[in-house]
């Protein structure tokens, strides 16, 4: 969707290119990467973590990209978060690219400060399930995968599981999209390496089980060209879908308007003994490293 809107906006620019005198051209020194966008975006700081380069903001819909959601954004100019403080209302520019996306510009604007964070919305409650630390044997679940099927977690014994979380319909790319085309370069590189082990298996959740049925899940894993041998897509029960994000880390709120899902990241590896090796936070991670795990927990032993 994203390249067609793409797409869409080079047709427009190209027309618009066209009706110009050739002398009103700008030169070459502001030609923009031919996949990056910009917007100019409205909203109200919720976190400051200066340390991280990130700051967590509530933003309002940006219309033909992302409706309004409260996420983290990289904040590559560190002294823009100068003299913010949670609840500012801010006007940012946001950038992104086919893999990358940021802010800079960071404006306090003179609306009326917040004094209580935002409400959330639909929060479930789920309170029957542990925390899973490293080395505790992984709990079962069942889902169902891209092509309709039930499945349970157990099935993967024998193998290095490693799993993540999504929803199909998140544009940013350096959230979902980051963690499929992660996990495509670890299924790319496993598949190549020669002496690579063939008991592992990657499995991507979605926690938007309403929109993302199994077929949409189909349509979305071919565009990932996922070997469906070693890299599976499921949805399940919404119960249980929150009760192992819980159990990993992994939270998740609708929004209000019910299109956003604001959401963090966990990536997890579960050894071929079933026993969880590693919890791995947010996007800070390389497909390099997960193919180092992956190889690890296919030898594990008992
Ligand atoms: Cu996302």
Not at 287 to 293: D, G, Q, R, S, T
């Given at each position: 969707m994203l390249r067609t809107l793409l797409l869409l906006m080079a047709i427009t620019c190209v027309s618009c290119a066209q009706q110009s005198p050739p002398a009103a051209q700008p030169a070459a020194e502001i030609t923009p990467q031919p996949t990056q966008q910009v917007f100019q975006v409205k909203g109200t700081i919720v976190e400051l973590t200066p340390a991280e380069k990130s700051v967590r903001i509530q933003?309002?819909?940006?219309p033909g990209y992302m409706p309004a959601m409260t996420?983290?954004?990289?904040?590559?100019?560190?002294?823009?978060?100068?003299g913010l403080e949670i609840g500012d209302a801010v006007t940012f520019r946001m950038t992104v690219t086919e893999n990358d996306g940021w802010i800079d510009q960071l404006k306090k604007v003179s609306a009326p400060r917040i004094t209580a964070l935002p409400k959330v919305p639909g929060l479930r409650f789920v309170r029957d399930v542990e925390p899973l630390n490293v080395g505790d044997a992984m709990t079962d679940y069942r889902f169902t995968n891209q092509l309709g099927q039930p499945f349970k977690l157990s099935e993967f014994?024998?193998?290095a599981l490693a799993f993540t979380f999504v929803f199909t319909r998140c544009p940013y790319p350096t959230f979902c999209p980051l963690m499929s085309n992660n996990f495509r370069q670890v299924q790319d590189a496993l598949l190549k390496q020669p002496n690579?082990?063939?008991?592992?298996?990657?499995?991507?959740?979605?926690f938007d089980?309403?929109?993302d049925s199994p077929a949409r899940l189909k349509a979305y894993a071919e565009?990932?060209?996922?070997?469906p041998k070693h890299w599976t897509f499921a949805t399940g029960d919404l119960?249980?879908?929150?009760a192992i994000a819980e159990q990993v880390g992994e939270v998740f709120v609708r929004d209000a308007d019910g299109t956003g899902i604001s959401h963090n990241l966990r990536t997890v590896v579960v050894d071929a003994q079933g026993r969880v090796q590693k919890i791995i936070a947010e996007n800070k991670w390389t497909?390099?490293?997960?193919?180092?795990?992956l190889r690890r927990a296919a030898a594990a032993k008992p």
């Open positions: 933003h309002e819909e940006i996420m983290p954004f990289e904040v590559r100019d560190t002294n823009e978060l100068a014994r024998g193998q690579a082990p063939t008991n592992w298996h990657l499995l991507t959740l979605s089980p309403d929109w565009g990932m060209r996922h070997d119960t249980d879908i929150t497909p390099e490293e997960l193919v180092a795990e």
